[in-house]
Nanobody
């Protein structure tokens, strides 16, 4: 599965962005579609996850501000980011997790988000 992320950019604090991640194959049966981020000098961290069962998970630092959604018909997962903060500045990566049995992940190339204060 190839993943193409886009939608990053420069935004002022308090602003919003919507990231998109288009997959080259069907995502309907993919265990989880995730968004990660990596800020300069920091480790990559999970931002949000959308499971095949329809559940969504958010890390505490984005709860109430970010929303993950997946459109299986378009093979695309989205991350709506509202009330952005300077600490949200990072490269955001899309991930397709095939689950605990297959233990295979696919990564997109990343899209950069910069939030100015």
């Amino acid at each position: 599965v190839q993943l193409q992320a886009c939608g990053g950019g420069l935004v002022q604090a308090g602003g919003c962005l919507r990231l998109s991640c288009a997959a080259s194959a069907s995502i309907a049966d993919i265990y989880a579609m995730d968004w990660y981020r990596q800020a300069p000098g920091k480790q990559r961290e999970l931002v949000a996850s959308s499971t095949v069962g329809g559940s969504a998970y958010y890390s505490d630092f984005v709860k109430g501000r970010f929303t993950i959604s997946r459109d299986n018909a378009k093979n695309t997962v989205y991350l709506q980011m509202n009330s952005l903060k300077p600490e949200d500045t990072a490269v955001y990566y899309c991930n397709a997790d095939l689950g605990p049995l297959l233990k295979i992940d696919y990564w997109g190339q990343g899209t950069e988000v910069t939030v100015s204060s």
